[in-house]
């Protein structure tokens, strides 16, 4: 498997983990200088702002899109944000700039009507899977110098 950085260097990547039940999957990629980003270790609060940020609809460069949070459950954050296609698998950020979820879809009725509202995996529920498989996500920014 290949993937590609915004910069636009390819590099080798594995999976090391998929389960298609929890929508997760785990990718090991050979490099270096890669930036990093903190994982929320709880959901956010109901009525919170959210960002997402992902490639929609096939666009060549990125979108970011922002929403309120409507709903959580045990796995879920649900937000309303005008997300859509190429948007899976991106972050959605909190009020800190902490990732909170990861993009999913939207939510759909019937016959593939559009409610308008967006769902994310909860970060603190993709850092129990890590566990779970015997991994631990390292937050590198804490180790780096401030500006």
Do not use: W
């Given at each position: ?97 902490e990732v909170v979820g990861l993009l999913v879809g939207r939510k759909m009725v019937g016959s ?36």
């Open positions: 498997m290949e993937v590609e950085t915004k910069g636009g260097r390819k590099l080798q990547a594995r999976i090391v983990n998929f389960d298609p039940s929890q929508e997760l999957a785990i990718l090991k990629v050979d490099g270096e200088g890669f930036s990093s980003v903190r994982l929320a270790a709880s959901p956010p609060v109901l009525g919170s702002a959210v960002i997402g940020i992902g490639y929609l609809l096939g666009m060549p460069q990125e979108s970011a899109f922002v929403g309120t949070v409507a709903s959580l459950d045990e796995r879920y954050i649900y937000f309303d944000a005008p997300t859509g296609a190429g948007a899976a698998g991106g972050p959605l950020l909190g009020n800190s700039g593939g009507k559009d409610v308008g509202i967006a769902f994310a995996i909860r970060s603190d529920v993709a850092l129990k899977y890590l566990a779970d498989h015997g991994m631990h996500f390292v937050n590198i920014t804490e180790q780096l110098p401030t500006r």
